[in-house]
């Protein structure tokens, strides 16, 4: 027969005054609001986290994070800001969470209707389960945004909207379809895929009748995430910076080893401290850059004509654009013990997409080219060479440096793209 376990009185009364002790967790400096019933027939509940010094200096208006989801991302988003503002990578600022009100809301039903553009008849065939975005953009302009903007010290210039999954399909959404209303976005893990991946289309169409577009855009992804997440994501990156819009600002990023979920912490670390960077603290650390590969191709191969042009393909990684030289070398081949090298190399270099950036013959003297080739250590063309050099600042993106030999000269050849500092 089993022994009975025997607990020591003493542990007994322990466990007990702790069970009696026991307090929900609350988190300083947050507050919530039940707003009425809204236009779109549903009831709102804002978490708000208020900045560290809101009491202690009356006269500061704060920028405004917006996010919904708030029911499931409040405690990440409010942690998250507080590290960010410590390290002085973001501003003192107010964190909005928007959730629903009632007796255990259905959360899933009811960010499905608020946060997808039109009906996706794979999701819902009847058309009653979402589609209703438009109204939820209009209350959050209307009643959600005045509200906060009423009730709370904001500077009303400076707002940014963030959100994963239908979340970050919102949040691209509105992008497009109220480029003033926020001046940040953050969309992590986007469900671009929502109507056969519809908002590509939409931003082709924005790009027909529009060279501007004054947001800053961040899009980040899971490496597990699926390809229905992935693929659209980064097309719709692309398409962004091969549009070359004058004061647009994109990123992108893709997150090792998370998932759909867990990317969320990562994602939105990296996304607040790229849109809230033109007035962080600290910009030298406000993560408006990510360390990328040194770039450094060379490539020789032979210069035919037609389709046999000799062809390199590059990237720029990144936030913010970089500075690079890129060379077509021929004559400058011939120290180096190179037979039959193309005469006469013209360098032009293309997006992905085809678009030409630049284009050199003979390259000159210039102190730029010079200080460039300095900068990178590789060895100088003989002055009045026909071997050609550019120096460039390329946006995030794919390019290719294409060499043909001038008047349909052919030969051998060689590209380099170097990053310069």
């Given at each position: 027969?089993?022994?009975?376990?025997?607990?020591?009185?003493?542990?007994?009364?322990?466990?007990?005054?702790?069970?009696?002790?026991?307090?929900?967790?609350?988190?300083?400096?947050?507050?919530?609001?039940?707003?009425?019933?809204?236009?779109?027939?549903?009831?709102?509940?804002?978490?708000?986290?208020?900045?560290?010094?809101?009491?202690?200096?009356?006269?500061?208006?704060?920028?405004?994070?917006?996010?919904?989801?708030?029911?499931?991302?409040?405690?990440?988003?409010?942690?998250?800001?507080?590290?960010?503002?410590?390290?002085?990578?973001?501003?003192?600022?107010?964190?909005?969470?928007?959730?629903?009100?009632?007796?255990?809301?259905?959360?899933?039903?009811?960010?499905?209707?608020?946060?997808?553009?039109?009906?996706?008849?794979?999701?819902?065939?009847?058309?009653?389960?979402?589609?209703?975005?438009?109204?939820?953009?209009?209350?959050?302009?209307?009643?959600?945004i005045p509200f906060i903007e009423s009730h709370y010290r904001v500077n009303p210039s400076f707002r940014v909207l963030a959100?994963?999954?239908?979340?970050?399909?919102?949040?691209?959404?509105?992008?497009?379809?109220?480029?003033?209303?926020?001046?940040?976005?953050?969309?992590?893990?986007?469900?671009?895929?929502?109507?056969?991946?519809?908002?590509?289309?939409?931003?082709?169409?924005?790009?027909?009748?529009?060279?501007?577009?004054?947001?800053?855009?961040?899009?980040?992804?899971?490496?597990?995430?699926?390809?229905?997440?992935?693929?659209?994501?980064?097309?719709?990156?692309?398409?962004?910076?091969?549009?070359?819009?004058?004061?647009?600002?994109?990123?992108?990023?893709?997150?090792?080893?998370?998932?759909?979920?867990?990317?969320?912490?990562?994602?939105?670390?990296?996304?607040?401290?790229?849109?809230?960077?033109?007035?962080?603290?600290?910009?030298?650390?406000?993560?408006?850059?990510?360390?990328?590969?040194?770039?450094?191709?060379?490539?020789?191969?032979?210069?035919?004509?037609?389709?046999?042009?000799?062809?390199?393909?590059?990237?720029?990684?990144?936030?913010?654009?970089?500075?690079?030289?890129?060379?077509?070398?021929?004559?400058?081949?011939?120290?180096?013990?190179?037979?039959?090298?193309?005469?006469?190399?013209?360098?032009?270099?293309?997006?992905?997409?085809?678009?030409?950036?630049?284009?050199?013959?003979?390259?000159?003297?210039?102190?730029?080219?010079?200080?460039?080739?300095?900068?990178?250590?590789?060895?100088?063309?003989?002055?009045?060479?026909?071997?050609?050099?550019?120096?460039?600042?390329?946006?995030?993106?794919?390019?290719?440096?294409?060499?043909?030999?001038?008047?349909?000269?052919?030969?051998?050849?060689?590209?380099?793209?170097?990053?310069?500092?």
């Amino acid at each position: 027969m089993k022994t009975p376990l025997r607990v020591c009185g003493w542990l007994i009364a322990l466990l007990t005054a702790i069970t009696a002790d026991a307090v929900p967790v609350s988190m300083p400096g947050t507050v919530v609001h039940e707003l009425p019933r809204s236009s779109n027939g549903r009831t709102y509940l804002l978490s708000v986290a208020l900045p560290s010094n809101y009491d202690t200096n009356p006269t500061a208006q704060y920028p405004v994070l917006y996010f919904p989801d708030g029911y499931w991302d409040f405690p990440l988003m409010a942690c998250t800001s507080g590290n960010l503002r410590v390290d002085g990578a973001l501003p003192e600022l107010l964190v909005v969470g928007i959730g629903y009100a009632g007796d255990s809301p259905n959360y899933s039903d009811l960010r499905a209707l608020d946060l997808t553009p039109g009906v996706d008849s794979w999701y819902d065939w009847t058309g009653t389960r979402c589609g209703k975005a438009d109204d939820f953009i209009r209350v959050l302009e209307n009643e959600i945004i005045p509200f906060i903007e009423s009730h709370y010290r904001v500077n009303p210039s400076f707002r940014v909207l963030a959100g994963n999954s239908f979340g970050g399909l919102f949040t691209t959404y509105v992008a497009f379809q109220r480029p003033d209303l926020f001046q940040g976005y953050i969309a992590s893990s986007p469900s671009l895929w929502w109507r056969s991946n519809f908002l590509l289309d939409r931003e082709t169409v924005y790009a027909r009748n529009h060279t501007s577009f004054p947001v800053r855009l961040f899009f980040a992804y899971a490496s597990g995430d699926s390809y229905s997440i992935i693929s659209p994501t980064q097309a719709l990156y692309r398409q962004l910076c091969d549009h070359s819009y004058t004061d647009l600002a994109v990123a992108m990023r893709g997150n090792d080893g998370e998932r759909h979920s867990s990317t969320k912490a990562e994602a939105f670390t990296r996304g607040l401290r790229f849109a809230f960077a033109p007035i962080a603290p600290s910009p030298s650390v406000a993560g408006t850059s990510m360390p990328s590969a040194l770039i450094n191709i060379s490539t020789r191969g032979f210069v035919g004509t037609g389709h046999d042009a000799l062809i390199a393909g590059f990237t720029i990684d990144g936030f913010e654009p970089k500075r690079v030289l890129v060379r077509a070398l021929g004559p400058a081949l011939r120290p180096f013990g190179v037979p039959n090298v193309v005469s006469d190399p013209r360098l032009a270099v293309h997006k992905i997409a085809g678009d030409l950036v630049a284009e050199n013959d003979n390259w000159e003297e210039t102190l730029e080219l010079l200080t460039a080739i300095n900068q990178v250590g590789t060895f100088p063309c003989a002055s009045g060479s026909t071997d050609a050099a550019v120096v460039l600042t390329l946006p995030p993106g794919v390019y290719t440096a294409v060499v043909t030999g001038t008047n349909g000269a052919t030969g051998n050849a060689e590209v380099e793209v170097y990053e310069l500092p």
